[in-house]
């Protein structure tokens, strides 16, 4: 990498999470509530969005998740598949889409699965702008800061 060239989340890492919910290993994210209080869920629709960037389709688009994202919270994502040796943790700060271009494009490149439980795109698009990805590949050490902190 030189000077140049920001960091970006691995084209092996953006592949593992593009096929989580086909293996059957949804991602597990985090965010506060209101109160601070920590929530976990796990969901199927997370997807790399771009270089920089994962996207969640949330089907409650009045649930805390989509809360979170309104207010440009933290998150964290933790993707593990023991067979494979390969732990994810993700940390960044969600927020909803800026506009219906990018609220249709984070439903298309949702899962079909998670996409059917939606069908009439009642949902929230959230974007995540990752600032660090860390944890195991396939038995070897990932650890890149994506943005500042």
């Keep these: 990498?030189?000077?140049s060239q920001a960091p970006t989340i691995p084209d092996d890492v953006q592949k593992t999470i593009n096929v989580a919910l086909a293996?059957?290993?949804p991602i597990t994210v985090?965010?506060?509530d209101p109160t601070g209080a920590p929530v976990?869920?796990?969901r199927g629709s997370v997807q790399a969005y771009s270089p920089v960037e994962l996207s969640i389709w949330a089907r409650n688009a009045d649930g805390g998740l989509a809360g979170a994202a309104a207010a440009s919270g933290p998150v964290a994502l933790?993707?593990?598949?023991a067979a494979a040796k390969t732990t994810l943790n993700i940390t960044g700060r969600a927020r909803l889409a800026a506009d219906d271009a990018e609220r249709a494009r984070v439903y298309e490149v949702t899962p079909g699965a998670e996409q059917s439980k939606d069908p009439d795109r009642k949902g929230a698009a959230i974007i995540v702008d990752v600032d660090r990805v860390q944890g195991m590949l396939e038995g070897t050490?990932?650890?890149v800061v994506v943005a500042a902190a």
């Design 1 to 3: 990498m030189t000077q």
């Design 23 to 25: 293996k059957g290993l």
């Design 30 to 32: 985090a965010h506060t």
């Design 40 to 42: 976990m869920s796990f």
């Design 78 to 81: 933790l993707y593990r598949d």
């Design 141 to 143: 050490p990932v650890r």
